[in-house]
């Protein structure tokens, strides 16, 4: 799906993230993970092509990303950030706005665009909201609700940048349970997360970025095996018997 050649990106000329190199497949769910400041945003605006890039390349289904039209790699790639304003719309037309990469200049929307809406809706359990406004939602709700934007959309990825922050435990969860299915439908999603447990249990492939660089990428088991991010974050990581990974703070040295 995306296939990052010795990228370099940054701002202002002053690279953050130098010659990355990664591949990122459909079907699997990648983490962006690493200390505060690193960079993680930064490569995920590159990859949905709201930064550009200061050296190497980034293929989007064996295509340069520079190649494609505007609203061709919107009918490809769907990007959540981390904030954006809170429209005083109902929750149908925001979804709707998903579709609007395939309208045309009279903007209206054809059957199969409304049956776009419908379906994407459904698939995240948001329908029952379609009337109201999105202001009236929990933080919870509207994440649900953007992602059935994304989905409508019809991309075969999805880029997300910490969504599960500011939301309470239970809808981080059920965030990220909604994601990994999207990955078992044939979605390549690609998120940062600031939680290093839930990276490791939610994700194919982690990308562990630190000092500039690529410190890691791999499954999480072969980074837990090789002590990866206790050495970036400086903590001990520990996997319980059920499998699912915690952090703990690292022994002081003496």
């Keep these: 799906m995306f296939e990052l050649q010795h990228v370099t990106v940054g701002y202002g000329g002053a690279p953050v993230l130098q010659d990355l190199s990664f591949a990122v497949r459909p079907g699997q769910v990648t983490a962006l993970v690493g200390p505060n400041g690193c960079g993680k945003t930064t490569l995920l605006k590159a990859m949905a092509r709201q930064l550009p890039l200061a050296g190497g390349q980034i293929l989007l289904q064996g295509r340069p990303l520079a190649a494609y039209g505007r609203k061709e790699l919107a009918r490809t790639v769907a990007f959540m950030p981390q904030t954006r304003p809170v429209p ?36 995240t359990d948001v329908a029952r909201w379609a009337g109201r406004d999105v202001r009236e939602l929990s933080g919870g709700e509207r994440q649900r609700v953007y992602l059935a ?15 599960a922050a500011y939301l309470d435990v239970s809808a981080q969860f059920e965030l990220l349970e909604r994601l990994r299915a999207l990955a078992a439908q044939g979605h390549a999603v690609v998120l940062v997360l600031h939680d290093l ?21 791999d499954a999480p088991q072969a980074l837990f095996a090789a002590g990866v991010l206790d050495k970036v974050f400086g903590v001990t990581l520990c996997r319980a018997p059920d499998g699912v990974y915690y952090p703990r703070r690292a022994a002081q040295r003496r």
């Design 88 to 123: 005083g719309i109902t929750v149908r037309a925001l979804v709707g706005h998903g579709r609007f990469p395939y309208l045309g200049f009279s903007r209206q929307m054809t059957a199969a665009d409304r049956a776009a809406v419908e379906q994407a809706m459904q698939q």
């Design 149 to 163: 934007m994304a989905l409508a959309q019809g991309g075969a990825a999805i880029l997300l940048d910490e969504p």
């Design 197 to 217: 447990a839930q990276a490791l249990q939610y994700s194919d492939r982690v990308a562990v970025l630190a000092r500039g660089g690529l410190a890691a990428f």
